[in-house]
Nanobody
């Protein structure tokens, strides 16, 4: 059974930091690129980071570039998202998702976690 389990969300003040974790099981984790996607109420889903299967390439949109860092530990089937200098507009449910291939941007998401809430207060 495929599982992606996020943790590490919570309430933080503006300017603070959080580290999200995503523990994967039930599939060949080290073959797949993994991304973090967020969705705030009333807004469209936004991909905020992606890391290739081999940990050689990463992707960030301009909205988080320089503040968020994605990393992965293939030995422990875990992906992390370090979020620094958080802003109220970063508040959303953050989902961990596996893409259908090894590289970011080349496939659709095929496996999703249940999400973890991040709330940034002013």
């Amino acid at each position: 059974q495929v599982q992606l389990v996020e943790s590490g969300g919570g309430l933080v003040q503006s300017g603070g930091s959080l580290r999200l974790s995503c523990a994967a099981s039930g599939f060949s984790f080290d073959y797949y690129a993994i991304g973090w996607v967020r969705q705030a109420p009333g807004k469209e889903r936004e991909a905020v980071s992606c890391i290739s299967a081999s940990d050689t390439r990463t992707y960030y949109p301009d909205s988080v570039k320089g503040r968020f860092t994605i990393s992965r530990d293939n030995a422990n089937n875990t992906v992390y998202l370090q979020m620094n200098s958080l802003k109220p507009e970063d508040s959303a449910v953050y989902y961990c998702a596996a893409l259908g291939g090894s590289w970011c941007g080349e496939e659709e998401y095929i496996y999703w976690g249940q999400g973890t809430q991040v709330t940034v207060s002013t």
